[in-house]
């Protein structure tokens, strides 16, 4: 008897208190204390632009980026000081398009 009024007072205890430290309880984080990161890994087209197979002028266009597409970097390729490449993955949602939309090219800078 003693020994199970023992085990609920702990858990009822326990119930009460731990919840206030665990990330979903009660403790709330000020927004100061949230780092909230500008990602400069993305960009947005002013313009429309291809889409190319390689990073290269007369590779394969794959198609036609419309203005105001948002695009991830992924790396950026350097063929001279006037010429720059990025290889970009298209923001998409991945679970409702078609599997076999195209969403990886370069373009150039």
């Not at 204390?33 to 429309?48: P, R």
């Not at 394969?60 to 350097?78: A, C, H």
């Amino acid at each position: 008897m003693i020994n199970n009024l023992l085990k609920n007072f702990c858990l009822i205890t326990f119930a009460l208190i731990a919840p206030i430290t665990l990330p979903a309880g009660g403790i709330q984080k000020s927004l100061n204390q949230n780092k909230f990161t500008n990602n400069k890994n993305e960009i947005i087209l002013s313009s429309n632009t291809y889409l190319y197979s390689y990073p290269e002028i007369h590779a394969k266009e794959l198609l036609v980026l419309d203005m105001g597409t948002t695009l991830s970097i992924l790396r950026n390729w350097k063929v001279s000081e006037s010429e720059t490449w990025v290889r970009v993955e298209i923001a998409s949602n991945k679970f409702l398009d078609d599997p076999n939309k195209i969403l990886k090219g370069w373009i150039k800078m």
